[in-house]
C-alpha cells in the first residue's frame, strides 16, 4: 500500500468512530467554554492604549494650531470589558480642552501631562483610569484677539 492511501485509511477510520451529533455536542462544549474563558479574562485589570484627537479653544484668541498635537495617545487602566467598550463605543471622539484668557497679549503657554489627565479624565467612565500620557506636555503659543 502507498504512503497517501496509508495515511488516507487512517484518517477515514480516525473520523469514522465520531457519530456527528457526537461531535457537534463537543464543539458546542468546546465553544461554552472559550465563552467562559473570554468573561474570566476580561474581568481582569488591563492597560491599553488609546489615541484621543485634541481641540484647544482660548477665548478671544488665536493659537498656532500646526504646533498643537492632533491627538494624544493615553495608556488606560480598568476592567476588560470597561476598556472594550470604551475603546469601540468612545472611538474618534474628539476632546475639546478650553483653556483661560491668559493676562498676557502674546506669548507661550505649557499644558502639562497631569493638567491632560484631569481634563481626559473628565471623559473617561469611574472605573477607566489614565495612567500615562504622551506627549508629557503641550506647549500653545497664542495671540490675543480685540
Known amino acids: 500500500?502507498?504512503?497517501?492511501?496509508?495515511?488516507?485509511?487512517?484518517?477515514?477510520?480516525?473520523?469514522?468512530?465520531?457519530?456527528?451529533?457526537q461531535f457537534l455536542v463537543f464543539l458546542f462544549f468546546l465553544f461554552v467554554s472559550?465563552?467562559?474563558?473570554?468573561?474570566?479574562?476580561?474581568?481582569?485589570?488591563?492597560?491599553i492604549e488609546v489615541n484621543v484627537p485634541l481641540k484647544v479653544e482660548m477665548k478671544n484668541a488665536t493659537l498656532q494650531q500646526d504646533k498643537l498635537p492632533k491627538s494624544v495617545e493615553l495608556k488606560?487602566?480598568?476592567?476588560?470589558?470597561?476598556?472594550?467598550?470604551?475603546?469601540?463605543?468612545?472611538?474618534?471622539?474628539?476632546?475639546?480642552?478650553?483653556?483661560?484668557?491668559?493676562?498676557?497679549?502674546?506669548?507661550?503657554?505649557?499644558?502639562?501631562s497631569k493638567d491632560l489627565t484631569k481634563e481626559f479624565g473628565k471623559f473617561l467612565p469611574n472605573d477607566i483610569s489614565i495612567k500615562k500620557a504622551i506627549p508629557d506636555s503641550i506647549t500653545i503659543n497664542y495671540t490675543l484677539c480685540d
Not at 78 to 91: D, V
Open 34 to 47: 472559550f465563552l467562559f474563558w473570554v468573561f474570566q479574562s476580561f474581568n481582569h485589570t488591563c492597560e
Open 76 to 112: 488606560l487602566q480598568g476592567r476588560g470589558f470597561e476598556l472594550l467598550q470604551y475603546k469601540y463605543t468612545k472611538r474618534g471622539s474628539e476632546v475639546c480642552i478650553s483653556l483661560p484668557q491668559p493676562s498676557n497679549d502674546c506669548g507661550e503657554m505649557v499644558l502639562y
Open 1 to 21: 500500500m502507498s504512503r497517501n492511501k496509508r495515511k488516507e485509511n487512517i484518517t477515514r477510520n480516525c473520523f469514522c468512530h465520531f457519530d456527528s451529533r
